[in-house]
């Protein structure tokens, strides 16, 4: 649902994804298994795809794991924090305030002080007007406020920690500058 991908409306979870991971290593004529790589929300599918077949995997390669497909996870918040995160699942990214959320959030502004004020890179030099065009682009596509806000809205999934020790493989990981 990102980048030039089609934009289906569908339930987006960390189990969809490592189903098509899945379907695609079955469906390659070259021998298993594989070495598997994933940044962010793909690093978590990739364990996660270790994890379920794991004949099918000899290694994976994490670049900056997500901790789950979004950035909170009920179990982990405070009680008087939960209601908060309630509104903005259900009402703000579910109702009719999230594509005005989308749309603040994919302005070329917010896009820019993320990747500078973050530290996303690891020089602010990097960030140009090349970049952000790459970053946006996708943006305008029919469907990407959904496939957005259906990420953002859905459930986290496991956690990269919950994997982990059921893993018998070698994992490489990069994280940060």
Known sequence: GFG???KPAISYSIELFTSLLHDFIESREEAIP?????????????LRLAQKVPE????VVLFNCAGGMSGFRYSDVPILVKPILFVIQNVILKGPIGPYFFQNFRSRA???????KQGVYGS???V???LLEILL???DDEGACDVFLRVFGGPPGPTPESILSSLHCPILVFWGT
């Open 110 to 116: 917010n896009v820019e002080s993320i990747l500078k």
């Open 128 to 130: 140009n007007e090349e």
């Open 34 to 46: 594989w070495t598997v790589a994933g940044n962010s929300i793909g690093g978590l599918a990739c």
């Open 137 to 139: 682009k996708p943006a």
């Open 124 to 126: 602010t030099e990097n």
């Open 4 to 6: 030039a991908s089609v």
């Open 56 to 59: 099918s995997v000899d290694s």
